[in-house]
């Protein structure tokens, strides 16, 4: 009986001790999906302009996979929004827990950015 006790209380340890770096390893996995969506609309977007502009009638496989302004798509652990303001847009990756994650922005330019807190961090 003891062995048992002492076999359980040792899982328990490991269990304990793992449990941080899973969560620190999901919320990482969680940033890096985050980014690499933004990633590929901003390159969606840079081939959508591209191709309005030489071959306007075959762009509707790219239209379609474009956010639409104003819309909230919730993927993972965000929620993605697209502003637009005139011919400049801005792509927003809030997560759905703002404690443990960053809010990540992509521009129309393609600058990335980071804030925790409302400090800007490292992406």
């Known amino acids: 009986m003891i062995e048992i006790c002492v076999v359980l209380a040792i899982v328990l340890i490991l269990t304990c001790m793992a449990a ?5 390893m999901q919320n990482a996995a969680a940033k890096s999906s985050a980014k690499k969506r933004l990633e590929l609309i901003w390159q969606a977007e840079g081939n959508y302009a591209v191709c309005i502009a ?9 239209q379609a996979i474009l956010p639409t302004a104003g819309s909230y798509v919730q993927a993972g652990m965000y929620t993605f929004n697209l502003a637009v303001n005139g011919s400049t847009w ?8 703002q404690q443990m994650l960053p809010v990540i922005v ?6 990335m950015s980071c804030t925790m807190h409302g400090i ?3 992406c």
């Open 120 to 122: 800007g961090v490292a």
């Open 20 to 24: 941080p770096s899973f969560v620190q």
């Open 106 to 111: 992509m521009t129309s330019q393609g600058a």
């Open 90 to 97: 801005t792509y927003t990756a809030t997560p759905l827990n």
């Open 54 to 62: 030489t071959t306007p009638t075959e762009c509707g496989g790219l």
